[in-house]
């Protein structure tokens, strides 16, 4: 099965930047639509981010304009680039991929495999 491992997470002050990484131990990576979530203390997990096999993305609208997702097949890796943050992009943000399905989606369930989680805390 896939394990993936996200990092890049840390404390970054309000308009700041940051850049996650997810590595996914599958070979068969370029196949796999992959995700961004977050979930905060208190909150429902909310969508982020998603791009699939072939290199189609979705975001959400609350950090379109803000967030780049993006993804290197050749390093089995998926990124999101995190600019002008917000207090409330506080939360913990897990990386997840939909081993079994092409299409991407905006529904936690639909994907089969998660990591850890990183935290990104946003100062004011």
């Known amino acids: 099965q896939v394990q993936l491992v996200e990092s890049g997470g840390g404390l970054v002050q309000a308009g700041g930047s940051l850049r996650l990484s997810c590595a996914a131990s599958g070979r068969t990576f370029s196949n796999y639509a992959m995700g961004w979530f977050r979930q905060a203390p208190g909150k429902e997990r909310e969508f982020v981010a998603a791009?699939?096999?072939?290199?189609?993305?979705d975001y959400a609208d609350s950090v379109k304009g803000r967030f780049t997702i993006s993804r290197d097949n050749a390093k089995s890796t998926v990124y999101l680039q995190m600019n002008s943050l917000k207090p409330e992009d506080t939360a913990v943000y897990y990386c997840a991929a939909r081993t079994a399905y092409y299409r991407y989606s905006r529904i936690p369930r639909d994907y089969d495999s998660w990591g850890q989680g990183t935290q990104v805390t946003v100062s004011s």
């Open positions: 791009i699939n096999w072939s290199g189609n993305t």
